[in-house]
C-alpha cells in the first residue's frame, strides 16, 4: 500500500497521536532524504552544543537544490543501510526539543509560495499517510491550526519563510546554478552562520548597513536574518542587468 497524501485546511481536524507505547514508533526516523533549512541549522547546532561549521561538516552534506539552484543541506543517515536520522537513539529523538520543521509537522506537509502576482504567502497542507504509521489508530484528534500551535511550527515558519525570499528572487534572476564564488559565501550566510559572523567582523560581508549589523552577533536569529538579507544584496549585485 502506497502512502496517500490528503489536502486539508486549517480548520480540518485529523487523528493522530505519537508515544513509544505505539508499536511503529521511531520508524518515521527511518529511510529518510531529511533537508534542514537554515533555521533548522540554528536551533540543532546549538542543542548539539557545536559551532555551526562542525555540526554541518558532522551532521550534514551539502547540495545544490535541484529547483532553486542555491546552496542547501541534508542530513547525514546515522546508518546507511537504513538511512536512520543520525539523532535517533532507541528512547527516540534526542533533539527533540529542536526537532527540525519537517518532522514537527509530520504527518502533515506544508507547502508555501509566494504569489507572483501580489508577492503573499500561499500556504497548503496535505495530510502524509504512511502504510507503516500506527498513529492514525490513535484516539486523539486536533485540528490543522491546533497541531501547528502544539507542535511549536510557528516560529519554524515564520523564519523558514523568509527563505522563500531568497529562492523567489533567484528564481527571477536566473534559473542557473550559482558559481563558486557566489554559491560559497551564499551558503556561509545560509548555513554557517559561526563563519559568516568572523566574516562580518573582519569585513568580507561588504555591502550591509551598519545598522543591521549592529546587535545581531549575539543574536543567532537575528545573524541569519542578517545573512538572508545579504544574500539577496549579493543576488541582486551579482545578476544586475
Known sequence: ???????????????????????????????????????????????????????LARYTRR???????????????????????????????????????????????????????????VEEYRLLREPHCRGFDAARRQTVGEWIWDQGLAEYHAENDRLLEVISLKARLSSKSLPPS???????????????NERLLDGRMAGLPAELIEGVRQDEVALLRLGLEWVKLLLKKSFAR
Do not use: W
Not at 7 to 23: E, K, M, R, T, W
Open 63 to 121: 547540495h545544490i537544490g535541484p529547483g532553486s539552484g542555491l546552496p542547501v543541506v541534508t542530513l547525514i543517515p546515522g546508518d546507511p543501510d537504513r538511512l536512520t536520522c543520525p539523532f535517533l537513539a532507541p528512547a527516540g529523538c534526542r533533539v527533540y526539543p529542536d526537532r527540525p520543521s519537517s518532522c514537527r509537522t509530520y504527518p502533515l506537509m506544508r507547502l508555501v509560495r509566494l504569489s507572483r502576482d501580489t508577492g503573499d504567502r
Open 182 to 196: 557566489l554559491a560559497d559565501p551564499i551558503y556561509t550566510a545560509l548555513y554557517d552562520l559561526d563563519g559568516f
Open 1 to 55: 500500500m502506497d502512502a496517500r497524501l490528503t489536502p486539508i485546511n486549517l480548520d480540518a481536524s485529523f487523528g493522530f497521536g505519537c508515544s513509544p507505547q505505539i508499536a511503529c514508533f521511531n520508524e518515521c526516523c527511518r529511510d529518510l532524504n531529511q533537508f534542514l533549512t537554515p533555521y533548522d541549522v540554528v536551533r540543532l547546532k546549538k542543542r548539539m552544543g557545536l559551532s555551526s561549521h562542525r555540526f
